[in-house]
Every structure is written in structure tokens, then in C-alpha cells.
Nanobody, 127 residues
């Protein structure tokens, strides 16, 4: 059974930075793409960023392009999301997730392509 635990969320002023971490156990994740998603109150869960198993391929939603950076350390079974220049509209619960398929060359943006999810970490950006 795969377990994912996110950390690093908190309250930050607009323009500030946070670094989210996702610790995985129960499976060696180097063969699996990973994704970060977020869900704001009253909204659907949306894709934020994804990274291939090797780390060579990344993708971002347009809203965070140039501000957020996803990375991974396969030796530690960790995935990170560096968030800079935060905006109030980035406020949400952030989740990491594991791709349901191995060896996907590029992370999917579709939530139903991920089969394990963390419990989420709250990010609040004040104006």
C-alpha cells in the first residue's frame, strides 16, 4: 500500500514563497510520474504540476508556469513543489499523487490517472 504525506503548507503573504514536500512509502516511485494538484473551496481539484519518473519531463498548468517548480529525489522517494511569487488565488489544499501507470514519459494532468493521493496540505496566501 502506497502512502503519501505532504508537508510544508502554511500562511504566507502575497509575493512570498513556500516549498511543499511529499514523502512516499510503500512503493519505489522512480518508475512512476508524480503530480501535484490543488483544490480551493467550492472548486474542482485541478492539476498544478507533474514530473516523469526520471525527472526529465515536467509540465505545469498555465496559471503557475514560471512561478512554481516541481522536482523529485528518487533516492529519498520525495517529490517537491517550490512555489514562488505566490498569489491569493493560489490558496487551496495541495495534494500529491502517484500515477497509476508505470513508465509514462510525461505526467498526466487528469486526476483519474492517479491512484494514490496524500491527505493534503493547506496553503493560504494573504493579500
Amino acid at each position: 500500500q502506497v502512502q503519501l504525506v505532504e508537508s510544508g503548507g502554511g500562511l504566507v503573504q502575497a509575493g512570498g514563497s513556500l516549498r511543499l514536500s511529499c514523502a512516499a512509502s510503500g512503493r519505489t516511485l522512480s518508475s512512476y510520474a508524480m503530480g501535484w494538484f490543488r483544490q480551493a473551496p467550492g472548486k474542482d481539484r485541478e492539476f498544478v504540476a507533474g514530473i516523469s519518473g526520471s525527472g526529465r519531463s515536467t509540465r505545469y498548468t498555465e496559471a503557475v508556469q514560471g512561478r512554481f517548480t516541481i522536482s523529485r529525489d528518487n533516492a529519498k522517494n520525495m517529490v517537491y513543489l517550490q512555489m514562488n511569487s505566490l498569489k491569493p488565488e493560489d490558496t487551496a489544499v495541495y495534494y500529491c499523487a502517484v500515477d497509476r501507470l508505470r513508465y509514462r514519459l510525461s505526467a498526466s494532468a487528469a486526476p483519474n490517472e492517479y491512484d494514490y493521493w496524500g491527505q493534503g496540505t493547506q496553503v493560504t496566501v494573504s493579500s
